[in-house]
């Protein structure tokens, strides 16, 4: 059973789209809302990145022809949309938040440090990381796993669609078996496409766990505070 006092939430941009096929669904941000406080409630300090992918993805931008900078550069302002909605959906809560970017934009979002990141974490506020990095060629797995290490977060939870790690896709392979721990060695040697290389290498170097599991399912992150057996765990 792993003990949390301080996270990083990764969210997927994909599933902020909910039932649409681009966008944001706001019922879908209501609900990780929702969760999100139900777990600050708990005590617990959360920082999360949301990634961009509903509304635009650098490495598609140039598959049609942008430059790889400028797409990514699109790809990050993307990740910041997201970031404000969920900040708006978490102030309907009444859950106090702040919005830090990687990218000088105020006063859309405070420029991030690991000081002012953690300032506001031992404070209580959820405290949202968005542009990735601030550099293009970094995915915001590997944004995530960044801010994961820089807060010294107790493990990255990775919100998705599916429960779990699993043989292969299990929304395009019905035989797909699921994981309950696998390590960072057996994601590499498997070939599993958990997050890019990049992200898993930063994790296991740093030794920081990472939780796949099903945000979409309301109320299974409070059941991962409370220690229950959801999803998988990469050690």
Partial sequence: MMKFNRILLKLSGESLMGAQKYGIDVTRVESYARQIKEIAEMGIQIGIVIGGGNIFRGLSGTNKGFDRVKGDSMGMLATVINSLALSSALDNENCRNKVLTAIRMEP?????????????????????????????????????????????????????????????????????????????????????????????????ENHLPIVVFNMDVEGNLKKLMEGQQIGTIVY
């Fill in 108 to 204: 859309i979002g405070e420029f991030y440090s690991k000081a002012k990141a953690i300032e506001y974490l031992e404070n209580g506020y959820v405290t949202i990381f968005s542009a990735g990095t601030g550099n293009p060629y970094f995915t915001t797995d590997t944004g995530s796993s960044l801010r994961a290490i820089e807060i010294e977060a107790d493990a990255m939870l990775k919100g998705t669609r599916v429960d779990g790690i699993y043989t292969a896709d299990p929304e395009k392979d019905p035989t797909a078996t699921k994981f309950e721990k696998i390590t960072y060695d057996e994601i590499y040697n498997k070939g599993l496409k958990v997050m890019d290389l990049t992200a898993t290498t930063m994790c296991k």
